[in-house]
């Protein structure tokens, strides 16, 4: 029989970039990495409403940066930046040095793995059938130009007594193959009958040598003079601009 390993640990350092980029003397790691992993868990549950797909590490000095990368950042945010400024506060409070927290969103919300499987753990919270919670997802996921989805739940599916593995796959998911982009991601759903696991793996395609992954995040796009995004200029606006240069002459 064939032994499973992680998708995403499989290919770190080949295709896939590390989630915690620093250095450490031996005598620093385990504290680092304990850091790195209350951050993460602690941004997770306060964020899991925002669709949190990635959270990224990297420190400088004293400093820790944290990148969230999300389906919905207005709700990071908050309004007026007040959500965005709690949330530092915390994080800083919770390991004890300066924090630096940026946030950019999701390019392709349903081509992303994690998202993907907290989706069908929310629909199996709210009682519908895992079978067509699967199949709502791979449709998504497919329509989103992937070349493959597997989607599996385990548990005790539709309230039975024996907890049992179901599984539904789409296109191709070369799991063996390194230079393959397989994005990876996995969520619980809290039913009555107990913990429900959902697994999702997403084919984005093949990589040419020298090429790496792709993170699903958007760019940040390029802004005025006066600082604000540049919007596309209607009918209405040159309408009104030509008004105004003929009441000018």
Do not use: C
């Not at 993907?116 to 895992?130: D, N, Y």
């Amino acid at each position: 029989m064939g032994q499973k390993t992680h998708p995403t640990g499989f290919r770190v350092g080949v295709i896939q970039p590390w989630s915690s980029t620093w250095y450490a003397k031996k005598s620093n790691y385990p504290e680092f990495l304990v850091e790195d992993a209350k951050i993460r868990k602690y941004i997770k549950k306060k964020l899991y409403t925002a669709g949190v797909a990635k959270i990224l590490i990297a420190r400088k000095a004293a400093n820790v940066v944290v990148t969230v990368a999300t389906a919905k950042p207005g709700i990071v945010v908050g309004r007026g930046g007040q959500g965005i400024d709690e949330l530092r506060t915390a994080v800083s409070a919770l390991i004890g040095k300066p924090v630096t927290i940026d946030v950019v969103e999701v390019a392709r919300i349903d081509a992303d793995a994690q998202l993907a499987a907290e989706s069908v753990a929310l629909q199996l919270e709210k009682r519908i059938a895992f079978r067509r919670a699967m199949k709502q997802v791979m449709q998504r996921t497919m329509r989103a130009g992937v070349q493959g989805i597997k989607v599996m739940v385990s548990g005790r599916l539709g309230g039975a007594e024996i907890a049992r593995s179901e599984w539904a796959k789409e296109g191709r998911i070369p799991l063996q193959t390194l230079r393959a982009d397989v994005d990876y991601g996995f969520a619980e759903a809290d039913t009555m009958m107990g913990k429900i696991g959902v697994k999702v793996w997403v084919f984005k395609g093949d990589l040419m040598p020298g090429e790496k992954a792709d993170l699903n995040i958007k760019t940040k796009k390029s802004t005025g003079a006066h600082g604000s995004e540049e919007r596309p200029v209607g009918r209405r606006r040159k309408k009104a601009a030509a008004q105004t240069e003929e009441v000018s002459e």
